[in-house]
Each structure stands twice: as C-alpha cells, then as structure tokens.
C-alpha cells in the first residue's frame, strides 16, 4: 500500500527528528548552565583578584605613609644627637680651657709657653695669701668629674646616632623589600584579573551562540511537532483501519478486473442476435 508506506515513512522520519531535537536541545541546556556557572565562577574571581589588589594598594599606601613619617623622625633624631654631640664638644672644650688656665687641671706638655723672662719677686707675705681660693673646693676632682659626664651623655648621643641609623637603614630595607613583594603580587592579581575578564568574555559569548542555536532548535522542534500533528489525521486518525482500507482497495481491484474481462470479450453476430430474438 503506497499510502501506508508514505506514511510510515514519514511517520518515522518525523519522529526521529524530534527525537534528535529534543536531545540536541537537552545537550545545549547542559552547555549553557555551564557556561552560566563558569562566567559566574570568573566572575567572582576577578572579584576577589580586584579585592586583593585594592587591599595591596591600601597596605603600599600605608607603608609608604608609615615610612616617610618614620624617615623624618629618623633624621631629626639623628640632627639632635649631632647638635648635641657638637654642644658637648663646645662645653668641654670651654670648661677644660678654663680648668687648665686656673691651674685646676695639668695641662699637656705642648700648652706650656716658653718666656725669656725675669722671675717674679714676691714678699714675704703676699696680700692674696690670706684669703682662701672658693671657686673649686677640690680642684682634682671636680674639673674631672664634670668633664667625664658630658663625655659620657656625648657618647650616648653618639649611641643614640649610631643606633638611630641602623634601625632607619633596616626600616628603609623592610619597607623596599615590603613594596617590592607587594608590586609582583599586585601584577600577578591584576594580570589574574584581566585573563579572566577575557575568558568570562569568551564564555559568555559562547553561551550566547549555544542560546541562539537553542532558539533555532527549538523552532524547528515545533515545526517537526506541527507536521507530526498534520499526518496523525491520514495516518494515524483515519475513518478506517488498514485491513478495511486494504479489503476495500482488493475488492476495488477485482471489479475493475471484472469489468476489463468482459469489455474483452468477442461480440455476438448480427444474424445470431436476430435468431435469438425471432425465437
């Protein structure tokens, strides 16, 4: 039977194709919630990436705040201990000056001055022997004991230079080796931030072309389900069944059959259909 054979035929094609449809369909839904999820993923690690940098920034800002104020009272404490250290200088110099000239400390071998002159002749009884001499009770020790504790607060001047320029030498040095870590590891998010944007761009531009072939697909699915409902009512919602359809057309068949036999067959003589008639 042609028609039944049509039909079948067409019956499958149409099935299978939306079979094939529904399936790509479900394929591309699986893609684009994938590709959904991973621009969300990048999404939220650029996020993170550009978060991290920006407390880099902060932190470099700070240090380098921290550092120039560090810097300046550095340099003001080590000025003070060099103007103090000068002061002190100055001091004992004026005061070993003094002490020497009074007689109250021994002067060096090269501070005596040689003078060709005649020795002085005092009297018996000079007037300034009868008083006492009060400006240095103890003439040894005084002279000296004073002079040892400037020299003493110049050294820890000295000291306080010294160490002041150590701990600005290893602040300078923590703080470069601080801002240089902190510099590759602000490239390294931004360059992660960046890669990312541009995978998230490529994804997302995928999944636009997934939902695109989705809306074509699915059109075509509706077209394939729109003729699928076109042949049930000739091939499948006929007013009867295959077997009727197949009695009727054999019995169709046979009477042209008969029809053709007859319309075939040698026709009577003019003399025998008047004997015929005549009896």
């Not at 650029?46 to 380098?64: G, P, Q, V």
Request: aromatic share 6%; hydrophobic share 35%; glycine share 4%.
């Amino acid at each position: 039977d042609d028609h039944k054979n049509w039909c079948d035929l067409e019956l499958s094609k149409t099935s299978k194709s939306a079979s094939d449809k529904e399936a790509k369909l479900s394929e591309l839904a699986i893609k684009i919630e994938n590709h959904d999820l991973t621009a969300y993923e990048l999404q939220e690690g650029i996020r993170e990436a550009d978060a991290f940098a920006a407390e880099l920034r902060a932190h470099m800002k700070e240090s380098t705040e921290i550092r120039r104020t560090g810097k300046h009272e550095n340099e003001v404490a080590i000025k003070d201990a060099k103007d103090a250290q000068a002061a002190i200088a100055n001091a004992i110099s004026v005061l070993t000056t003094f002490y020497k000239s009074s007689g109250a400390m021994q002067k060096e071998s090269y501070e005596f001055a040689q003078f060709a002159r005649q020795p002085v002749q005092l009297p018996d009884s000079p007037p300034m022997w009868a008083s006492s001499y009060t400006s240095v009770t103890d003439p040894t020790g005084q002279p000296g004991g004073i002079i040892t504790v400037l020299e003493q607060v110049s050294a820890d001047f000295s000291r306080m230079e010294s160490d002041t320029k150590a701990q600005e030498e290893a602040d300078q040095q923590a703080y470069d080796e601080d801002v240089q870590s902190c510099s590759i590891e602000l490239a390294r998010r931004r360059t992660e931030s960046e890669m990312k944007a541009q995978e998230r761009k490529r994804t997302l531009e995928s999944m636009s072309t997934r939902q695109a072939e989705q809306k074509a697909v699915s059109g075509e699915l509706a077209a394939t389900s729109r003729y699928m409902r076109e042949l049930e009512p000739a091939c499948v919602q006929g007013d009867s069944s295959y077997e009727d359809r197949k009695a009727a057309r054999t019995t169709e068949i046979e009477a042209l059959r008969e029809a053709q036999a007859i319309l075939q067959a040698p026709a009577p003589s003019f003399l025998q259909r008047r004997l015929r008639g005549v009896a």
